[in-house]
């Protein structure tokens, strides 16, 4: 099965609460990144967070890593609506040489109600 | 960040033409690009990794002869769809790695919409 699975799958929450959404992996990984894609346009790197680091902020971001439950998640505080939109975490496996391949998983679809 | 554009955005094309999409990184030399394919409201598919003055490393499934990958400059790789048919009407997001970054952090262009009528 894919690496990076994000659940849920689609969020749906109100303006002003905060969104947690969740990525889990299989192999071992180098980092674990997060992006964001509005509907129809590019991807957006929000954060990227080292298999050595287990929390990471960034504004209203706040990513964390469990690699020995080989998981993630990130949480936007105080959401607003216009941070509709689907976020994919990205694995960067661990390996030499050149392999820069990152996978990513199926995306939650986050929508904020004004 | 890093900025990386793709042209066209749009194309409309009869089936059994190609059609070419650029994907160009503005303010770095990337000597490695990726291009993806998108299904609504789906997730990225690897297609290839294109790697500027070598052939590119197609993902397991996807047709080289089908999806023409040039990497002849370390700003620009292309991909060039050949004889479109309906079924490779997607959305194709190209991005490219910044060799001078600490990490592998990919900067995503703002895809192409490809329709084959």
């Known amino acids: 099965s894919q690496q990076g699975e994000e659940d849920p799958q689609a969020l749906s929450i109100q303006e002003g609460e905060n969104a947690t959404m969740n990525c889990s992996y299989k192999t071992s990984i180098n980092n674990l990144q997060w992006y964001r894609q509005n509907s129809g346009r590019g991807l957006v790197h929000l954060i990227l967070?080292?298999?050595?680091?287990r929390e990471k902020h960034s504004g209203r971001l706040r990513v964390t890593l469990d690699t020995s439950k080989k998981s993630s998640s990130l949480l936007i505080t105080a959401s607003r609506a216009a941070d509709t939109a689907s976020y994919f975490c990205?694995?960067?496996?661990?390996?030499?040489?050149?392999?820069?391949?990152?996978?990513f998983g199926k995306g939650t679809l986050l929508t904020v109600n004004p | 960040g890093a900025v990386v554009s793709q042209h066209p955005s749009r194309v409309i094309c009869k089936s059994g033409t190609s059609v070419k999409i650029e994907c160009r990184s503005l303010d770095f030399q990337a000597t490695t690009m990726f291009w993806y394919r998108q299904f609504p409201k789906k997730s990225l598919m690897l297609m290839a990794t294109?790697?500027?003055?070598?052939?590119?490393?197609?993902e397991q499934g996807v047709e080289k002869d089908k999806f023409l990958i040039n990497h002849a400059s370390l700003t620009l790789s292309t991909l060039t769809v050949t004889s479109a048919h309906p079924e490779d009407s997607s959305f194709y997001i190209c991005?490219?790695?910044?060799?001078?970054?600490?990490?592998?952090?990919?900067?995503f262009g703002p895809g192409t919409r490809l329709t084959v009528l």
């Open positions: 294109s790697n500027e003055g070598s052939k590119a490393t197609y």
């Open positions: 990205a694995t960067d496996p661990y390996s030499g040489g050149s392999n820069y391949k990152l996978t």
């Open positions: 991005s490219a790695r910044d060799p001078g970054g600490s990490y592998n952090e990919q900067f």
């Open positions: 967070i080292r298999s050595n680091e």
